[in-house]
Nanobody, 123 residues
Framework: VQLQASGGGLVQAGGSLRLSCAAS????????MGWLRQAPGKEREFVAA????????SYADSVKGRFTISRDNTKNTLYLQMNGLKPEDTAAYYC?????????????????WGQGTQVTVSS
């Protein structure tokens, strides 16, 4: 599967952005999907994940209540709605796929990665 993330940009603190991740191939609907991010000088960290069906989601504590992960299997697309953005959310955001279908917070469990989209939150 190939993944293409988009929707990043520059936003003021408190603002919102919606990231999208378009997937190619017919197996998207069977994959667990996740969003992870990496800030300069820091390790890549888990943000949110969703099961193949969309019925189970998981969030990092730092984004819980502000971010919402969702997917549309008919459109082969993953989303991340980000509200109440903070300067500490500034990072490159990556979508990733886990062929096992479950949700995971561990970056090494994801086999496929998109190219990343930059989110910058100004104070």
């Amino acid at each position: 599967v190939q993944l293409q993330a988009s929707g990043g940009g520059l936003v003021q603190a408190g603002g919102s952005l919606r990231l999208s991740c378009a997937a190619s191939g017919r197996t998207f609907s069977s994959y667990g999907m996740g969003w992870l991010r990496q800030a300069p000088g820091k390790e890549r960290e888990f943000v949110a994940a969703i099961s193949w069906s969309g019925s189970i989601t998981s969030y990092a504590d730092s984004v819980k209540g502000r971010f919402t992960i969702s997917r549309d299997n008919t459109k082969n697309t993953l989303y991340l709605q980000m509200n109440g953005l903070k300067p500490e959310d500034t990072a490159a955001y990556y979508c990733a796929a886990d062929p096992r279908g479950a949700i995971t917070s561990m970056p090494r469990r994801y086999d496929y990665w998109g190219q990343g989209t930059q989110v910058t939150v100004s104070s």
